[in-house]
Nanobody, 124 residues
Framework: VQLQASGGGLVQSGESLRLSCAISGINMAYYAFGWFRQAPEKVREGVASITSYDNVVYAESVKGRFTISRDLARNIVYLQMNNLEPEDTAVYYC???????????????????WGQGTQVTVSS
């Protein structure tokens, strides 16, 4: 199983980025996916998650700005990030956990598979 995150970069406040997580080795239809982030000297926190039934959950801090989605044909999970703020600066990670019956997966320790992370830096 491999998760390959990409799409990070340096942007100014108010700009947008789209992160991609390329998935291989699993059938995405039976998995829940999540995006997490970790800023320096802070714990890893959940940003958004999507279940195998396509139900989505967002952290309060990103609601209305970020959108998680998945493309089963291309084996990719996306995180569209709009109106970025300096507080969004962090390394972003994608994660997967087998949940064929649509269960939500929220906690870091619940996810079985992780990608390597991609840096997002937002300047003010």
């Amino acid at each position: 199983v491999q998760l390959q995150a990409s799409g990070g970069g340096l942007v100014q406040s108010g700009e947008s980025l789209r992160l991609s997580c390329a998935i291989s080795g699993i059938n995405m239809a039976y998995y829940a996916f999540g995006w997490f982030r970790q800023a320096p000297e802070k714990v890893r926190e959940g940003v958004a998650s999507i279940t195998s039934y396509d139900n989505v959950v967002y952290a309060e801090s990103v609601k209305g700005r970020f959108t998680i989605s998945r493309d089963l044909a291309r084996n990719i999970v996306y995180l569209q990030m709009n109106n970025l703020e300096p507080e969004d600066t962090a390394v972003y990670y994608c994660a997967a956990d087998r949940q064929p019956w649509g269960s939500e997966v929220a906690r870091v320790d619940e996810y079985e598979y992780w990608g390597q992370g991609t840096q997002v830096t937002v300047s003010s």
